[in-house]
């Protein structure tokens, strides 16, 4: 079993940041991709960002200049700086893992159990 960790969300101000952080344990042989998804109330789950192993990344339009995905394939983390944020912003913010455990042909995708994040205007 894995299990992904997230920390860092709060209440900040409009145009204020804010630095998420997720740490994947337990049976990973490997990470393929990781990333961040998020969901507002009454709104399906969206993809915010994406980072390979390699160090791709892949960002949503609506925070592509403002967030910033990274990740520490040491350590097994992965984290989400972002800056100027804004109310719409407002979500929880769930990690996201492909993890390859050493068994079997292909990873399975893990999730933590998201962080809450709150931007006032």
């Known amino acids: 079993q894995v299990q992904l960790v997230e920390s860092g969300g709060g209440l900040v101000q409009a145009g204020g940041s804010l630095r998420l952080s997720c740490a994947a344990s337990?049976?990973?042989?490997?990470?393929?991709?990781m990333g961040w998804y998020r969901q507002a109330p009454g709104k399906q789950r969206e993809l915010v960002a994406a980072i390979t192993s390699g160090g791709n990344t892949n960002y949503a339009d609506s925070v592509r200049g403002r967030f910033t995905i990274s990740r520490d394939n040491a350590k097994n983390t992965v984290s989400l700086q972002m800056n100027s944020l804004k109310p719409e912003d407002t979500a929880v913010y769930y990690c996201?893992?492909?993890?390859?455990?050493?068994?079997?042909?292909?990873?399975?995708?893990?999730w933590g159990k998201g962080t809450l994040v709150t931007v006032s205007s």
């Open positions: 996201n893992a492909d993890v390859y455990s050493g068994q079997g042909a292909n990873g399975m995708d893990y």
């Open positions: 337990g049976s990973i042989f490997s990470i393929n991709a």
